[in-house]
């Protein structure tokens, strides 16, 4: 796919924002498309691989999403793409992988109230209750 304005082949952060928008629009054919295209470009983009992680993950493929998030959290491992990589993990019963990646933030990060729920919720799905109730 080329990018529609002159200048040749449309980069990876093109193809990325193309594919939201197919999102948006509902291909996500079209959307898987320019994602893989994206990531053939670009190995390491964060936001197409939270992307196809996201498409995964509506598709119940979850151990397809769960690798993407981690790829994204590689790529940038900003605590954004932390905390959406540890959410998934404690909604999809892997605790003690979502509690190491929030331990992996940093201490401003973990004291906001939302981080300290998640964290909250997945010690307790692994039964460390008197840390979880220290946590709420």
Known sequence: MTDPSPG???SA?????AAESALRAGDRTKAQLLLQEA???SSD???A???MAWISEEDGRRDDAARFLRRAVAA???PQRRLALASYLR??????LAIEELEALP???????RVALLYARALGQVGEHAKELASY
Do not use: I, M, Q, Y
Not at 13 to 17: C, E, P, R
């Open 8 to 10: 040749g082949p449309a």
């Open 13 to 17: 952060s093109t193809l990325t924002g």
């Open 39 to 41: 990531l053939a470009k």
């Open 45 to 47: 983009n964060a936001d």
């Open 49 to 51: 691989l939270t992307l």
């Open 76 to 78: 940038d491992p900003t």
């Open 91 to 96: 909604r999809h019963w892997c605790p003690e």
């Open 107 to 113: 201490e401003s990060v973990r004291s906001e109230e």
